[in-house]
């Protein structure tokens, strides 16, 4: 005769609707019976997908269906719990465990905000425990840059999530949650609720620095962060064109309106070093980033130079502080890392300071 678990495994091979991930793991089977008149499999579809269970009714039943000895398939579906819940504080909150949180931002898209968030993330970890959150929904690079391409961050069946581990960060990311190359095509709404959930719902656990690597440009993510979350300072990411001091500016503003201090400045992209004779070509010109940071009155925290080293290490899976630590632009990230770690810690000192 088959067992509950027989079913339960046979589940498995059922995707949750625009995920990778089976309705197991996403803790929608709720209960499974099985009786000498047949099987009952209870669900507990999402508050907010009430007709998931019809949608699904029968591959799951045809799923159950294979294992032998489960006679008729009938499935329930489990009234949603009404509990109250309890009333969260007004204003941006702290996570439980978690010291300080940097957020690293950009104008636009196209100047390696995420390559620099990873490989910023990596050199903290001379500093203390590191968690990087990828909160770039439409675009997610996390997974890639981190060689998690087809790992799966585990949920208990209190919808509690484990981050996934690489290079000693924990890390998570949108990316991890839906198929590769899937275009995620949400309205704003649904971005807030899974920002919530990664904020609120993921088991970080002790971590002296969270790193968000925000989307480009300012929205719904920046917007719910800030009204969620306190975070202990900005980065700006920048390019060194003259150009691109009008989305420095843009990025400073988005800080300032939602009371984040601004850390610094990274200048990305800095001139290009050749492999084979170490020649320095400033293809998109040299200084602005330092330029525009004393223009308007924020700290330069240093100058990241455009090699081909860094980008064959971030599609290898592998920042290239972990990769090559002895490399210059290892380096330069490290002392970039330990300029925002003084920084922040500036901070916290004006903070609690009577």
């Not at 507990?44 to 294979?66: C, G, H, N, T, W």
């Not at 799966?152 to 996934?164: A, D, N, Y």
């Not at 290079?167 to 949400?186: C, K, N, Q, T, Y």
């Not at 330990?338 to 609690?352: G, K, N, P």
Request: hydrophobic content about 45%; charged content about 20%.
């Amino acid at each position: 005769m088959a067992t509950a678990r027989d079913v339960l495994d046979a589940l498995r091979s059922v995707k949750y609707p625009g995920f990778s991930r089976d309705i197991v793991s996403f803790g929608i089977v709720r209960d499974i019976e099985v009786g000498g008149l047949g099987t009952v499999i209870t669900l507990a579809p999402p508050a907010d997908s009430p007709d998931l269970a019809d949608r699904l009714r029968a591959e799951i039943v045809r799923a159950a269906s294979s294992v032998p000895g489960v006679g008729d398939v009938t499935l329930v579906t489990a009234p949603a719990p009404t509990p109250a819940a309890p009333a969260r504080p007004r204003g941006p909150q702290g996570i439980p465990g978690v010291a300080n949180v940097l957020a690293v931002a950009s104008g636009k898209g196209g100047v390696g905000k995420s390559t620099v968030a990873a490989n910023l993330a990596v050199a903290l970890l001379e500093h203390g425990s590191v968690g990087l959150l990828d909160a770039d929904v439409y675009g997610p690079s996390v997974p890639l840059l981190l060689g998690l391409d087809d790992a799966e961050p585990h949920v208990t069946s209190e919808r509690r999530i484990h981050p996934l581990e690489a290079h000693g960060l924990r890390a998570i990311s949108m990316g991890s949650f839906v198929e590769r190359d899937r275009p995620v095509i949400w309205r704003g709404p649904m971005v807030t609720k899974l920002i919530g959930e990664f904020l609120h719902n993921v088991d970080w656990g002790q971590l002296d620095y969270l790193v968000l690597d925000l989307p480009p440009g300012t929205g719904d993510v920046q917007l719910t962060l800030s009204q969620q979350l306190a975070m202990t300072g900005g980065v700006i990411v920048t390019t060194p064109q003259d150009v691109a001091l009008a989305d420095v500016k843009r990025g400073l503003k988005m800080f300032q309106q939602v009371n984040v201090p601004v850390l610094g400045v990274i200048e990305n992209m800095s001139g290009h070093v050749c492999a084979g004779c170490g020649h320095r070509s400033d293809i998109f010109g040299s200084g602005g980033g330092k330029a525009m940071a004393a223009q308007l009155g924020i700290p330069f925290l240093g100058a990241i130079a455009l090699t081909r080293a860094l980008r064959e290490s971030a599609d290898a899976g592998t920042p290239l502080v972990a990769a090559d630590p002895a490399n210059p632009v290892s380096a330069q990230f490290r002392e970039i890392a330990a300029t925002i770690v003084r920084a922040a810690a500036d901070r916290e000192a004006l903070r609690v300071t009577p």
